[in-house]
């Protein structure tokens, strides 16, 4: 038992984290969206942490789209209104390249 949800603890937690990472394909669940939202709370007034999105560009079989994608195109519209910066993979090998490259530009020397 807690005296808050458990979400609230993670939400903490994104609050103390340097780095905040979210993975999206076909939809944009609630306690990841608060979850973002908690992050990019915190790194408006305190400059972390630094948040990434990344959304998996792969085939969807149309007989498992459902009325969750909505949650996606928001979420999308969302961080374009934000003037956040999305980056799209393919597979794994290119997440972890194009992160790599993300923070190679924030954190030069290491």
Do not use: C, W
Not at 1 to 9: A, V
Not at 37 to 58: D, I, N, R, S
Not at 82 to 95: A, K, M, P, Q, V
């Amino acid at each position: 038992m807690s005296k808050t949800r458990l979400q609230d603890e993670y939400n903490n937690v994104v609050k103390q984290s340097d780095i905040f990472i979210s993975l999206f394909f076909t939809k944009v669940g609630k306690f990841t969206l608060e979850e973002f939202e908690t992050a990019f709370g915190q790194f408006k007034k305190t400059g972390k942490p630094l948040v990434y999105t990344y959304f998996k560009h792969a085939p969807i079989n149309t007989g498992q789209i459902t009325n969750e994608i909505k949650s996606l195109l928001e979420f999308q519209d969302k961080l374009k209104d934000l003037g956040h910066f999305r980056t799209s993979y393919n597979n794994i090998e290119d997440l972890k390249l194009k992160f790599k490259n993300q923070l190679e530009k924030v954190l030069p020397n290491s």
